[in-house]
C-alpha cells in the first residue's frame, strides 16, 4: 500500500531557520514589488537554527543579495498563530548556492502553556499550485513569546514552475510535556512513543503507533494503548466509537484477538496499529488531527498527530501491543510524526 501523503505535493527538504541570531539585515518584502534587495543579508542556509548552543567564537557566514518579491494581497499568509512577512528570490547572482527562495515568518505561541509546533509552508506558481511544501518543527516555544524565523526551499528542478507566492497551509501545535519522540535523549517515562506515516489503500487507512524502551529496566505493556482523540482545536471529539481491535475494520492488520503481555527489554520495541475506514455518506465528516496516548493505565500521556480523517464511519481500530520484532533501533526507525 501507498505511503500517506499529508501534503498537496512533494515534501521540501527545507531548514526552519529561526532568528535567535543572524537576521536579515535586507528590509523585509512589503509586498510593493521593489526588487532587488539592494543590501546584503546573511545566505538563509547559514543562519543559525532557534535553540542551537551559540559558538564562543563568531564563524565568518557568505552573505548574497537576494530579490524581495510581492506578498499575495490574497491567500493564507496568515494562520493561527503564525504569519508570513516576507519572501525573497535567490537566484545565481545572489551569491547564495543551493537555495531558490525564502521565507521570513513570525510565530506567537498565544496557548497557556509550552508548545512544540509543526508547520507546513507552501511555494507556490503563478497558477495558484504548489511548487515545493515543506513541514517544519519548530520546538518548545513559551506562551506569549513570538518567535521570527525562516523557511527555505531548496534548489529544484529546471523544470519547475518560478514561485510568486508563499501560504501557510496547516499549523499544528502539541503541549511541551505530551511531546512524541522516536530518537534522541530519553524521556523521564523511559519509552519513546510515536506514530509513523501511516499507509493507504482503497479508502483504509493504517497507522502504527510505535514504542521503544530506551531506559535501563524492562518496560510491560498489558493490554492496548487508550486514546482521546481531539481536533484542531485541542477539543475534545465525542462520538467516536473505539473498537476494540481492528478486526471490524479490515482482517489481517495484526494485533487482533485477545491481547496479550509484553515484557520490552531495554532496546526492544512494540507497535499497535490504529485503523479506520475515510468512508463519506450522510452526516458530517470527522477529522481528528490529535491523538493523545496512554500506553499503559499509570502512564503519562503523549499526544502524537496522525491526522484522522474518519468520514463518516464514527468507528477507530485499536490493535494490542505486540513485540516489534523488525525494529532495529534508531538507524531502521520509521519515519516519525511529532
Known amino acids: 500500500m501507498p505511503t500517506v501523503s499529508r501534503t498537496a505535493s512533494t515534501v521540501l527538504a527545507a531548514t526552519v531557520l529561526l532568528a535567535a541570531c543572524g ?4 528590509s523585509p518584502g512589503t509586498g510593493d514589488g521593489e526588487a532587488p534587495v539592494r543590501a546584503e543579508a546573511l545566505c538563509p542556509a547559514d543562519s543559525m537554527p532557534y535553540g542551537a548552543t551559540p559558538r564562543s567564537e563568531p564563524s565568518p557566514r557568505p552573505s ?23 519572501l525573497y528570490a535567490w537566484g545565481p547572482e545572489s551569491g547564495c548556492a543551493g537555495v531558490d527562495y525564502s521565507a521570513d515568518f513570525e510565530l506567537t505561541n498565544h496557548q497557556k502553556a509550552k ?6 509552508f507552501g511555494f507556490l506558481a503563478a497558477s495558484g499550485g504548489a511548487v515545493e511544501n515543506g513541514e517544519q518543527i519548530v520546538e518548545a516555544v513559551a506562551p506569549g513569546r513570538t518567535v521570527k524565523g ?5 534548489r529544484t528542478a529546471g523544470s519547475a514552475p518560478a514561485v510568486t507566492g508563499v501560504e501557510v497551509r496547516k499549523v499544528r501545535s502539541v503541549p511541551e510535556s505530551e511531546v512524541s519522540s522516536a530518537a534522541g535523549s530519553c524521556p523521564k517515562s523511559g519509552v519513546h512513543l510515536y506514530a509513523d506515516q501511516g499507509n493507504a489503500a482503497m479508502g483504509l487507512r493504517v497507522v502504527g503507533l510505535h514504542l521503544v524502551n530506551c531506559g535501563t529496566r524492562p518496560y510491560r505493556l498489558d493490554g492496548r494503548p487508550k486514546l482521546e482523540l481531539q481536533n484542531a482545536d ?5 462520538g467516536v466509537r473505539i473498537l476494540q481491535g481492528t478486526e471490524e475494520i479490515s482482517t489481517g492488520l495484526g494485533g487482533d484477538g485477545a491481547p496479550q503481555p509484553v515484557v520490552l527489554q531495554p532496546g526492544e520495541a512494540a507497535v499497535a496499529d490504529l485503523a479506520w475506514r475515510n468512508t463519506t455518506q450522510a452526516g458530517d465528516a470527522v477529522n481528528a488531527p490529535y491523538v493523545r496516548v496512554w500506553a499503559a493505565p499509570t ?6 498527530v496522525p491526522e484522522l480523517d474518519l468520514g463518516t464511519t464514527g468507528q477507530l481500530g485499536v490493535g494490542s501491543w505486540r513485540k516489534d520484532e523488525t525494529y532495529r533501533g534508531s538507524a531502521d526507525t520509521p519515519a516519525a510524526r511529532p
Open 23 to 26: 537576521a536579515q539585515s535586507t
Open 64 to 86: 548574497g543579495t537576494p530579490s524581495a518579491l510581492p506578498l499575495p494581497s490574497a491567500g493564507r499568509t496568515t494562520e493561527d498563530d503564525v504569519k508570513i512577512t516576507a
Open 115 to 120: 508548545a512544540t509546533y509543526t508547520l507546513t
Open 150 to 154: 525562516t523557511v527555505v526551499m531548496r
Open 234 to 238: 485541542h477539543e475534545r471529539v465525542n
Open 299 to 304: 502512564a503519562d500521556p503523549v499526544t502524537v
